[in-house]
């Protein structure tokens, strides 16, 4: 489906109700209240779709100051993010292009969300491994300040080493998972070689004793996953210092569509794909791949500020202007 536009006309806006009515919460802000039109105490995205074969209904409401309801076929969930694992949805926004240009910790938080959505049960151990990051370093500036002993630190290292274990293993399962997509994605989108790995080492006791001082010192924990990155390149280029505009966002869509085929694997039917602003930048022979990569997998909407930047005619076409969606 392409959903085209004016600038400022709503089409994003659109975009982000579908993205908030099948996962729980906006791919733009954790800030609920700013999803409800200004000047309004509440708003309601009601969804009515097709999970594979079966018809499914999704509803979640938004009230100031009463927080956020979710409910599947009519019957309420304990928290509107539980949608994540009922309807799986990928979004590119332009944001995300700070995936590949960004820092580490940009590509770290990414790869997480993917470990959610491609290894659920092993995501409240990236919670915990923070935790224990977080209770470490307290308890070395409390040490390197003579309120504690040093024993008090030995527990948490070695909490850091197992869940940092886990953690590493998990991510090098996903980066594994993903790249032979990731490849022959980006490779038809004219991004030959493409590759990514993970650039980190799993942490052990004896390597966090080993740095103890330093640590005390810095009062911070200098070793382990919360410092590791995915390095993403295209032959000897590493995309993020050397990557064009339009080859980074090809990377970023290379990520997502792997991401969508596991998910299409795995769970039998495809994710629903939101590509907001996806086709600028890119040159008319890389639309064509694109647009027909995606007319092949589930349902897609790409958002456009004109009809004719998608470069064949989609199922179904609509014309939003303020405040108003009508078909073409
Ligand atoms: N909570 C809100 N209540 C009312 N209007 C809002 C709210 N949040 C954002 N807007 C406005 O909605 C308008 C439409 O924004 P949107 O980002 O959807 O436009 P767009 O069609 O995607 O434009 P572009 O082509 O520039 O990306 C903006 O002018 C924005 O200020
Ligand atoms: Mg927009």
Do not use: C
Request: aromatic residues 4%; proline residues 5%.
């Amino acid at each position: 489906m392409l959903v085209v536009g004016p600038n400022g006309a709503g089409k994003t806006n659109l975009l982000e109700s579908l993205h908030v009515g099948t996962q729980g919460f906006s791919p733009r802000t954790r800030a609920d209240a700013q999803l409800v039109r200004f000047g309004e105490r509440a708003g309601r995205i009601g969804l009515g779709g097709k999970r594979g074969e079966r018809a499914v209904e999704l509803e979640v409401t938004i009230e100031l100051g009463e927080g956020k309801r979710a409910k599947l076929n009519g019957a309420s969930l304990r928290a509107a993010e539980q949608l994540r694992s009922e309807v799986a949805t990928l979004v590119f926004t332009p944001d995300r292009l700070a995936v590949v240009k960004g820092g580490p910790a940009v590509r770290r938080a990414y790869f997480d969300r993917v470990i959610g959505r491609l290894l659920p049960a092993r995501a409240p151990m990236i919670i915990e491994y923070g935790a224990a990051i977080a209770q470490r370093n307290a308890a070395l500036r409390r040490a390197s300040g003579g309120y504690s002993s040093r024993d008090a630190i030995g527990p948490w290292t070695e909490q850091v080493a197992a869940l940092g274990q886990q953690l590493v293993e998990a991510r090098t399962e996903v980066v594994a998972a993903l790249a032979p997509g990731f490849a022959a994605r980006a490779d038809e989108l004219g991004l030959p070689a493409a590759r990514m790995s993970y650039d980190g080492e799993p942490p052990t006791a004896e390597a966090l004793e080993a740095r103890l001082e330093r640590d005390l010192e810095r009062g911070a924990t200098g070793l382990g996953p919360h410092l590791d990155d995915v390095v993403l390149t295209s032959g000897a280029r590493d995309l993020r210092s050397f990557g064009s505009q339009g080859e980074q966002r090809l990377t970023v869509l290379a990520l997502l569509l792997a991401e969508a085929e596991l998910i299409a694997e795995r769970r039998g039917f495809a994710p629903l794909l939101l590509l907001d602003d996806v086709l600028s930048e890119l040159d008319p022979d890389r639309r064509r791949v694109l647009a027909t990569r995606v007319l092949e997998g589930g349902q897609t909407l790409i958002t456009a500020t004109q009809a004719s930047s998608l470069p064949m005619r989609p199922a179904q076409l609509l014309e939003v202007s303020p405040g108003l969606v009508r078909a073409a």
